[in-house]
Nanobody
Framework: QVQLVESGGGLVQAGGSLRLSCAASGRTYRMGWFRQAPGKDREFVAGFTWSVGSTYYADSVKGRFTISRDNTKNMVYLQMNSLKPEDTAVYYC?????????????????WGQGTQVTVSS
């Protein structure tokens, strides 16, 4: 099982930026960032496949968030710009062995512990 450790969360004002990092002990087929706000379901934010490299985003973050990776270090990043109060949530890094395209949390096999992002208005 791949171990994932997130870092980089914090408190930021609306319009600000944060960069989340995820250190992976190995590789799965695809990686994703998810978030969960209080009282809400966990939702997909951004993802990519290690081999193909194409990225995909939730409509709510498209144009503001960028997912990237460092292949040599097995690191995954989420650059978040133009943050809004509705982006407040615990953000999770996740890995999936699924070879089919998926953004469903239950199809992801490994999860980090999460990092809190709070955006004040």
């Amino acid at each position: 099982q791949v171990q994932l450790v997130e870092s980089g969360g914090g408190l930021v004002q609306a319009g600000g930026s944060l960069r989340l990092s995820c250190a992976a002990s190995g590789r799965t087929y695809r990686m994703g960032w998810f978030r969960q706000a209080p009282g809400k379901d966990r939702e997909f934010v951004a993802g990519f496949t290690w081999s193909v490299g194409s990225t995909y985003y939730a409509d709510s973050v498209k144009g503001r968030f960028t997912i990237s990776r460092d292949n040599t270090k097995n690191m995954v990043y989420l650059q978040m710009n133009s943050l809004k109060p509705e982006d407040t949530a615990v953000y999770y890094c996740a890995g999936s062995y699924a070879r089919f395209f998926t953004t469903t949390p239950s199809n992801f096999d490994s999860w980090g512990q999460g990092t809190q992002v709070t955006v004040s208005s």
